[in-house]
């Protein structure tokens, strides 16, 4: 059974920065995708990045260079690196899996099957 547990969420100033961390267990890294995701209120949930089983990642145009996600395999943990935050980077954070067999669109939030219960970020400006 996957399970994802994210942390590392809270309240910063505009131009600081915060880890979160997604604490995984259920499955492999070298045959699955996991990424991140954000909502804020009112919005859609949106990819923020995605790290897939040959450790490549991609980014969202909005975090790009700003923003790095990675795993350590032999903790079973994923993170994201927030640096230069901004107050449209407030939001709930979330981590998410999916198999990474075959193509599929790793932005849209549909195509993950497991996620976690999210930790909230607020930046204040």
């Known amino acids: 059974q996957v399970q994802l547990v994210e942390s590392g969420g809270g309240s910063v100033q505009a131009g600081g920065s915060l880890r979160l961390s997604c604490a995984t267990s259920?499955?492999?890294?070298?045959?699955?995708?996991i990424g991140w995701f954000r909502q804020a209120p009112g919005k859609e949930r949106e990819v923020v990045a995605t790290?897939?089983?040959?450790?490549?990642?991609r980014y969202a145009a909005s975090v790009a260079g700003r923003f790095t996600i990675s795993q350590d395999s032999a903790k079973n943990t994923l993170y994201l690196q927030m640096n230069s935050l901004k107050a449209e980077d407030s939001a709930m954070y979330y981590c998410?899996?999916?198999?990474?067999?075959?193509?599929?669109?790793?932005?849209?939030?549909?195509?993950?099957?497991?996620w976690g219960q999210g930790t909230q970020v607020t930046v204040s400006s």
């Open positions: 259920g499955y492999s890294y070298r045959n699955y995708c």
């Open positions: 998410a899996a999916r198999p990474g067999d075959g193509w599929f669109q790793w932005w849209a939030p549909a195509e993950y099957q497991y």
């Open positions: 790290i897939f089983p040959d450790v490549r990642s």
